[in-house]
């Protein structure tokens, strides 16, 4: 009776050890995972971050460019401005270039009549100073 008491004290012994690692292998694979997710979700807080920190940079290279573009264009504005106020409207350049061509014009009528004058005269001046020489001497 005595061994098999000892028997059925071992056994239990036994029972109670098994028990044991049982629930420290539990306890063990637990902690496990939830290191494991602990790590996961820490690791998708930190990809969550590193999106959102690039969108925010692509934010601000598309605000820079669109920036650069505006001043750029601005630019482009104020030295057509510029170079119209220093021209002129299209209207006033073609007037200022008609009266240019009739200025040559008339310059070149006055030569002609002055060789013409030189000419008749042999290169003596007009008879009269109110004459159509005003040109005179050439």
Known sequence: QRAQE?????EQSK???????????????????ELSFAAAERNAVCHARRRQMECEQAR???????????????????RQEEHTARVGSAERQAVRDAARRQAY??????????????????????????????AWPC
Do not use: N, V, Y
């Open 105 to 134: 014009r008339l310059d070149r009528i006055r030569e002609l009549e002055c060789e013409d004058a030189r000419r008749e005269h042999g290169g003596q001046p007009p008879p009269s100073p109110g004459c159509a020489w005003r």
């Open 15 to 33: 029972k109670r050890q098994s028990a044991q690692a049982q629930r420290a292998r539990s306890f063990s694979q637990e902690r496990t995972q």
């Open 60 to 78: 601000r290279r598309a605000e820079m460019t669109e920036r650069t573009e505006r001043m750029q264009q601005e630019a482009a504005f104020r």
């Open 6 to 10: 000892l028997i059925r004290s071992f």
